[in-house]
């Protein structure tokens, strides 16, 4: 439990962790804010559909996992990411726009007496679709393909809606009243950062970016279904070819690659949560051979399903 050792560090402490950095002053004020709601490590529910605290007591080396789409922004501590070879750090004055769910590998960083602190934010299509109607349309000459996931700088308008988020966190009655608000005026001011277009592409319904979006939606509802690169190419109205290229220009993996992770971290969850059998996770995601679905597995995250 992190109910008695959650602390916020000093603005003036020196801090160890790599990437070093100051803590600005906005991250200090999060940090207080979030620390007395903060009672386990990994991700806990508030009183905001949609919103979660993130809390770790320690540092965690790199895990294999996946986040689905939102917002995540720490106000203590650091999380690195990494995504086959690149190397995606979010921390204090940044955040990650998570735009469509990819398998990574996660390292967090956290000091004693100073875990690490944040929230993450669902993105929810509904909602994105209604504010995306209130922006103007950006000039087509500069753009480029969005990342599907990137950290980003944080500037005042986003640490001051985050911080409003918090601060309504802090007493259910006016998390129910006004929460849903906050999360609007937090993902507006990402659909107008650096990572907006990201966002936006997802309800535009245009283009390859939103073909292979509406892809991973699918295979995330379907994934223990014996699935071909043709039949998801035809979803997506694309060739085979095109499908494979534009699949692995977002995702940074192919899609039997991307499927495979897929099935293995449903797996995991299946076994650390509701303590089903090694064979019976395996056919719940998908796999017809328990044997191959177990050299997989330890393949993957290092330990045997039955360890799990």
Same mark, same amino acid.
């Not at 009672?39 to 529910?45: D, L």
């Not at 190419?233 to 694309?238: D, H, L, Y």
């Not at 017809?288 to 597995?297: A, G, L, V």
């Given at each position: 439990m992190l109910e008695h050792s959650l602390q916020v560090s000093p603005s003036d402490q020196p801090d160890a962790i790599e990437p070093t950095r100051p803590a600005p002053d906005w991250a200090s004020r999060l940090a207080r804010a979030l620390a007395p709601l903060a009672? =386990? @490590?990994? #991700? $806990?529910?508030t009183h905001i559909d949609g919103v979660k605290l993130i809390a770790s007591e320690c540092s965690c080396p790199r895990t294999p996992l996946i986040y689905e789409p939102g917002l995540f922004i720490i106000a203590q501590g650091d999380k690195i990411g990494y995504l086959e070879d690149r190397v995606i750090h979010y921390g204090p004055g940044n955040y990650l726009v998570q735009a469509m769910p990819l398998p990574f590998e996660c390292e967090t960083l956290a000091r004693p007496g100073a875990p690490l602190l944040g929230l993450s934010i669902d993105v929810d299509p509904l909602t994105l679709s209604e504010l995306v109607h209130?922006?103007?349309?950006?000039? /087509?000459? @500069?753009?480029?393909?969005?990342?599907?996931?990137?950290?980003?700088? *944080? /500037?005042? =308008? %986003?640490?001051?809606?985050?911080?409003?988020?918090? /601060?309504? *966190?802090?007493d259910e009655s006016t998390s129910r009243a006004l929460g849903a608000g906050r999360v609007r005026e937090v993902l507006f001011a990402a659909l107008n950062g650096p990572q907006g277009q990201s966002l936006r592409e997802l309800v535009q319904q245009q283009g390859h970016y939103a073909r292979i979006a509406e892809s991973l939606n699918y295979l995330h509802r379907h994934f223990a279904l014996p699935l071909t690169v043709?039949?998801?190419?035809?979803?997506? @109205? %694309?060739?085979? $070819?095109? #499908?494979?290229?534009?699949?692995?220009?977002?995702?940074? *993996?192919?899609p039997v690659q991307y499927l495979k992770r897929l099935r293995l971290l449903r797996a995991r969850v299946l076994l650390s949560q509701q303590r089903v059998n090694v064979a019976r996770a395996a056919g719940d995601v998908g796999?017809?051979? =328990?044997?191959? #679905? $177990?050299?997989?597995?330890k393949r993957y995250f290092g330990v045997s399903p039955s360890q799990e």
């Open positions: 009672r =386990t @490590n990994g #991700f $806990s529910a209130h922006l103007p349309t950006p000039a /087509d000459g @500069n753009r480029r393909s969005p990342e599907p996931m990137a950290a980003v700088p *944080l /500037d005042a =308008t %986003m640490a001051e809606a985050v911080q409003r988020l918090a /601060d309504c *966190l802090q043709e039949a998801l190419a035809e979803r997506a @109205n %694309m060739s085979a $070819s095109h #499908f494979h290229h534009h699949f692995k220009r977002v995702t940074q *993996l192919s796999y017809r051979s =328990t044997s191959q #679905f $177990s050299r997989e597995y």
